[in-house]
């Protein structure tokens, strides 16, 4: 069974902090990690995708992957208000169905 | 256009009734996607096409859960005789191919399915 787990929170951060988000996934053969952002009511929305490990810098936003540790990671650094949403891991291993994790919710507060 | 198109937004309807849900993928991804998100619950994945074929059929949950494409472009999910376990949002996600699964997944604004 190919799973992927997420502290489900709340995560509670103060403006302008950084809010780190983790994820683990259970399947070696994994390939491909992405972090989406779920707003309430909304669908999912890339914000992230990473191959290799190592950081992947965008803005904001950067992603860590440890394929050794079967870790994934999202910081979003200054955090703002408009970054409370629920933050979805999904990894792919060879194409086809992304399996996601539940999911972790952020509130940041200003 | 711009982004994945799905129809109708929301859909009530008694249980046993056939519902279908319409998506319209980004234009020029050969691959598309079928997941439903449960109250609480992740995404769970349902159908995986490419083009017009369904190589990963693996998450339709039963044999009342049927998916088409037409024109390697949009598709209907149809559900018959539908139960009230059937209520959730159904996404629909397309990306520019499958294979390989580097391309990411751009999704719709789903559908709501409520069974009364």
């Known amino acids: 069974q190919k799973e992927v787990e997420q502290n489900s929170g709340p995560l509670s951060v103060p403006e302008g902090a950084i809010a780190s988000l983790n994820c683990t996934y259970s399947?070696?053969?994994?390939?491909?990690f992405f972090w989406y952002r779920q707003y309430s009511g909304k669908s999912p929305e890339l914000i992230m995708s990473?191959?290799?490990?190592g950081d992947k810098e965008d803005g904001r936003f950067t992603a860590q992957l440890n394929k050794a540790s079967q870790y994934v990671s999202l910081l979003i650094r200054d955090s703002q208000p408009s970054d409370s949403a629920t933050y979805l891991c999904?990894?792919?291993?060879?194409?086809?169905?992304?399996?996601f994790g539940k999911g972790t919710t952020l509130s940041v507060s200003s | 256009g711009a982004g994945v198109s799905q129809s109708p937004s929301n859909k009530v309807t008694e249980k046993g009734k056939d519902v279908e849900l319409r998506c319209d993928p980004i234009?020029?991804?050969?691959?598309l996607y079928w997941y439903r998100q449960s109250l609480g619950q992740g995404l769970e994945f349902l159908i995986y096409?490419?083009?017009?074929?369904?190589?990963?059929k693996s998450g339709l949950p039963s044999d009342r859960f049927s998916a088409e494409r037409t024109g390697g472009s949009v598709s209907t999910l149809t559900i018959q005789r539908t139960q009230q376990e059937d209520s959730a949002v159904y996404l629909c996600?397309?990306?520019?191919?499958?294979?390989?699964?580097?391309?990411?997944?751009?999704f719709g604004d789903g559908t709501r399915l409520s069974i009364l």
């Open positions: 996600a397309s990306s520019l191919t499958g294979t390989g699964g580097r391309q990411p997944q751009h």
């Open positions: 399947d070696r053969g994994s390939q491909s």
């Open positions: 990473i191959y290799s490990n």
């Open positions: 999904a990894v792919n291993q060879a194409g086809t169905a992304l399996i």
């Open positions: 234009s020029g991804h050969t691959a």
């Open positions: 096409f490419q083009g017009n074929s369904a190589p990963d």
